[in-house]
């Protein structure tokens, strides 16, 4: 058998560059940087960069993520790239807001912080007793 490595390889470049658009439009239309895609896939930001760029190609783990990564759907997407816990932008929004809650505790006085406290103790020690 006679492999014709001219074939194999103009297929392989087809293939990744196929796998580059494909990794491009997606990273444009969903937001997401080239950093995020790379720890997803197990490989550093510069070969992300790299491989967008046309310079290297991909191994065949990270080729088979990238694939799985791009064919989820919104809530899997969503899943994938959530790290959990407020953003700094959330944060900020919170603390921008100056609405008082009912039941909402203002830190600005020791006071607070000692009711808190004392409340709690007394919650903790009626569960012992019972």
């Given at each position: ?62 080729f088979v993520k990238l694939e799985h ?5 919104a809530n899997q997407r969503k899943l ?51």
């Open positions: 058998m006679i492999l014709n490595l001219r074939k194999l390889y103009s297929q392989q470049e087809a293939m990744f560059s196929s796998l580059r658009d494909r990794a491009k439009t997606y990273l444009a239309k969903y937001g997401y940087h080239q950093k995020q895609m790379a720890e997803a896939i197990g490989v550093s930001e510069t070969h992300m960069a790299d491989f967008l760029s046309a310079k290297r190609g991909l191994s065949e783990t990270p990564i791009l064919s989820l759907n994938q790239f959530y790290k959990g816990g407020n953003t700094d932008t959330r944060m900020c929004n919170l603390q921008s807001k100056v609405r008082n809650i009912k039941g909402q505790i203002k830190f600005d006085s020791i006071d607070a912080i000692e009711e808190t406290h004392a409340a709690f103790s007394k919650f903790n020690q009626d569960k012992l007793e019972v």
